[in-house]
């Protein structure tokens, strides 16, 4: 708008030069006319148009490729980004989840994902009360998967966990007299041998002994009770009802760290960061479960319950590992990403050493180099501070279990064995107790990382840096209160600018970092999947890419059907594209209209002007298809280092269009003069009933 405002000054200047050359050929009514045709010619009226048929082009471009755009306006500002924000389920790592072991047994993925679970419904069918039954109840119940014409609609996660019992979804139909409210019922797929078995006709007496067969008719469970998963709590639990024997459990299943916090320390197995680590530091995904009984209740306590009378005093479970691969196209995008000198980052709400293994796999994080986890613990004044975990490159979940098959490790094994490594139960201020002996673990745990040993932040770029979210918003805090030490501070904003792994991450640090980096890097992009909890993120970025069509697609500017990080490099091309012909759309029309206002002024001082059919000609046959052709200028195949500029008025802007303008000019006063000078030159007489034509009219109008 002020190179505009700048152009609209021209006409005025052009015509107070001209008047008084007009006031003596022209009426006032003509006068009026030639002084409005000064502004069309300075200020093109086509030039808005022509200035967004590059936006326009790459839309059309864009939606060729299955990416789709509610606000084409930050196309230009994706061809800016500089830092990009990933999520990873779904956007860095494959939507589908796969068990890489049950709940009991830590087997191989390369092994039959199925048999786990049989051999759990087998424990759970003879050994109805055990820890085995309450594994595979919980991977039944606790869930919040709904069923709609055969298809579930839910969590991946939930929906492959449920897949592997081989249990089915029942309608409820709630009668009167029912006095507890069944919100859905889960029943077992049986087949024609169980069928028969259960009708009683071909019934061993020692599977009665065993207690397998207690009735007629096989156990179901009744979902009586919800509470959907929380971010912030990082759990979700739910009342089920046996139909059996009318037992109630409360089944709880969240993240590791959680469960531990809320679990009877008594059931917890004295190895279990041990294993969990070896589990996370392989990028699997691990949930771990718990349950209490409830041996008293009604209706009206069912109805009336809150979940913090159930998610407490827990028993553990065990865990469920699941293996979430990382897509083909997502190494490939972050290398060309990176080729290109953008930042590439990583938020996700698993754990802290899943994520890292994960973004190792990514590139996102370099393999060879160390990586030092910044965690929030407790000290011994109950206050929080900043611990770090030092991470090396480590060996396989496939080694680990090589080394360890002729000791497997289920629940009964994991309950005997007695090593612990203070890891994630730091992140809420709660410390093993078995801690203190343990000085083997504790070497990777540090009070200080070596550059806030040695007070030099710059050795930070040395290594690679993730972060939970409660140390990110514990640091954030830090370095926003004004008391903080100075070395602190700038070591914290120091950190947080080399990180590239954040984990743990609720929808509120997403979004608190998604500002955070907006200060640092002018443009930035948020790439998230289909969780309405990223929404905050998608909001808060300059542009945010959906590869989803749910609830995230919503407030994110673009949506992309191609579900992998590729689509997203289409679009930072056709965003640089869109600027870099926009830019060169609005130069050429800048210097056309300041070739034609010399040219039109030049004429006006001799009492002269173009015709009507050359400025027919200039803009049918210059202008338009010059602009159109412009902007249709696709994208190069590959992201440069170097980003278009980001600024119209600009001094390479400027500087390109003043010297075009510049050499112009002195080609038509050059030539004007030179044409005089010519021995058949007649000179033009202004008289008004004459035509336009002339030997001045017919030079510029050529050279222009």
Known sequence: MKFVGVL??????????????????LATKDIIFKGLDLITVTVPPALPAAMSAGVVFAVGRLRKGNIFSIDPKRIDVAGRVKTI????????????????????????????????VKELASAADHNNGHIEAKAYECMITCHSIAQVSNQFIGDPLDIEMFKATKWRIDEVENSKESDIVELAR??????????????????DN???????????????????????????????????LNTQNKTLNAFVKGSPEMIYSLS????????????LEKYTKDGLRVLAFGYKEISQFDAGWVTECKREQIECDLTFIGFMVMENKVKSETIPSIKKLQAAEIDTIMATGDNGLTAVAVGRNCNII????????????????????????????????????????????????????????????????????????????????????????????????????????????LMMKTIKLKYTHEEIRESYKEVIAQAKVYARMSPDHKAMLVCHLQEHSKYMISIEEMEPMTVKALKA?????????????????????????????????????????????????????????????????????????QYLYIDLFILIPMSITMSRTGAHKTLSKVLPLGE?????????????????????????????????????????????????????????
């Not at 889960?186 to 019934?203: H, Q, S, V, W």
């Open 264 to 275: 009877k320390q008594a059931s917890i197995p004295n190895d279990f960061f041990d294993v």
């Open 541 to 613: 970025s300059d542009v945010g890419l959906s590869l989803s069509e749910a609830e995230a697609s919503i407030a994110a500017p673009f949506t992309s059907k191609v579900p992998n990080i590729s689509s997203m490099i289409k679009l930072l091309r056709e965003g640089r594209t869109s600027i870099v012909t926009s830019f060169a759309v609005f130069k050429f029309i800048a210097l056309y209209s300041m070739i034609q206002f010399i040219t039109v002024i030049m004429l006006y001082a001799l009492g002269a002007n173009l015709g009507d059919w």
């Open 186 to 203: 889960f029943e077992p797929e049986l087949n024609e041998e169980e069928i028969a078995r259960y009708d009683g006709t071909k019934i």
């Open 85 to 116: 924000v990933f999520d990873k389920t779904g956007t860095l790592t494959e939507d589908s989840l796969q068990f890489a072991a049950s709940p009991e047994w830590n087997k191989t993925a390369s092994e039959k994902k199925s048999s786990d």
């Open 648 to 704: 119209l008025i600009s001094f390479q802007n400027l500087a390109s269009v003043i010297s075009q303008i510049v050499i112009q000019a002195s080609f038509q006063v050059t030539i004007f003069f030179i044409l005089r000078t010519q021995g058949w030159f007649e000179s033009f007489d202004p008289n008004p009933d004459k035509d336009v034509l002339s030997y001045e009219n017919t030079t510029l109008f050529l050279l222009s």
């Open 8 to 25: 609209s000054i021209l006409p005025v200047i052009g015509f107070l030069a001209t008047l008084h050359i007009s006031l003596k050929y």
């Open 206 to 240: 020692s599977e009665i002994e065993m207690g397998k067969i207690g009735s007629n008719e096989p156990a179901s469970f009744s979902l009586v009770k919800r509470f959907d998963f929380s971010s912030s709590l990082q759990r979700m639990s739910v009342l089920s």
């Open 366 to 473: 370099n393999p060879s180099r160390t990586c030092f986890l910044a965690e929030r613990v407790k000290d011994h004044n109950h206050k929080f501070d900043i611990k770090w975990i030092r991470i090396d490159k480590n060996e396989s979940l496939e080694d680990y279990l090589k080394e360890h098959e002729a000791h497997p490790h289920s629940i009964s094994d994991i309950r005997e064995r007695a090593r612990s490594v203070h890891r994630l139960s730091s992140i809420d201020g709660y410390e093993n107790p078995t801690q203190e002996n343990n000085d083997e673990a504790d070497e990777d745990i540090l009070e200080k990382a070596p550059w806030e040993q040695n007070g030099n932040t710059a050795v930070i770029k040395n290594y690679d840096i993730a972060i939970t979210g409660n140390a990110f918003e």
